[in-house]
């Protein structure tokens, strides 16, 4: 009976331990990783360069933001999330938060990527000959942190004529505040 008494608070002693650690599956480690790093070194007011190293970077942007910011990777055409996107207000760079163009500078493009005709200030980007792929381009990067955005062209509309042809993800989209237009297809009241 005393053995019988110790087994089943023995049973129920283990029963909820383990209700009480979290489960143990497939792999857990994997399970367990960090969704969406934090970073920080994003400010949309702090305007100071940033001048982090690679190993930095790495651990505060998700991989995919990394692969383009840093690596100057492409996103595929027609995939990003601004593309076709008519939102009023500002893009920032996905990085740091340095403002990069306004809305009222972007325009339909059919390249696939979204498309502007001039940044918000001179200052908020950098530009860079870049002669990879057996082209002759200019990359745009973010002033504040080097991140790579995309390149530039000379097929933009008049008068200026310039495409700043961006990848969807190293953008961050901020609406007007006092503007209907978020971006999407009906206002939520
Ligand atoms: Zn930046």
Redesign the pocket.
């Known amino acids: 009976m005393k053995f019988l008494s110790l087994l089943s608070f023995a049973v129920v002693t283990v029963v909820t331990l383990s209700a009480a650690l979290p489960a143990k599956k497939n792999h857990p480690a994997r399970i367990m990783e960090k969704p969406l790093p934090t970073n920080p070194y994003y400010s949309r007011t702090d305007t100071v360069k940033?001048n982090l190293p690679d190993s930095v970077w790495k651990r505060v942007l998700s991989a995919e933001l990394y692969a383009v910011?840093r690596h100057k990777e492409t996103e595929r055409a027609f995939t990003g999330k601004f593309w076709e996107f008519t939102g009023h207000g500002t893009y920032?760079?996905?990085?740091?938060?340095?403002a990069?163009f306004r809305s009222d500078a972007k325009f339909a493009s059919t390249c696939g990527w979204p498309s502007f005709f001039e940044p918000v200030r001179k200052q908020s980007v950098l530009y860079k000959p870049d002669n990879s792929w057996n082209m002759v381009r200019t990359e745009v990067?973010?002033?504040?942190?080097?991140?790579h955005?995309g390149h530039l062209f000379d097929d933009g509309p008049p008068p200026l004529g310039k495409r700043f042809c961006m990848n969807s993800i190293s953008l961050d989209f901020e609406p007007d505040k006092a503007d209907g237009n978020s971006g999407k297809q009906r206002s939520v009241r």
Do not use: H, Q
Not at 92 to 98: D, E, H, I, L, T
Not at 141 to 147: I, V
């Open positions: 940033l910011a920032y760079c996905a990085a740091c938060g340095n990069l990067l973010c002033a504040r942190c080097g991140a955005l």
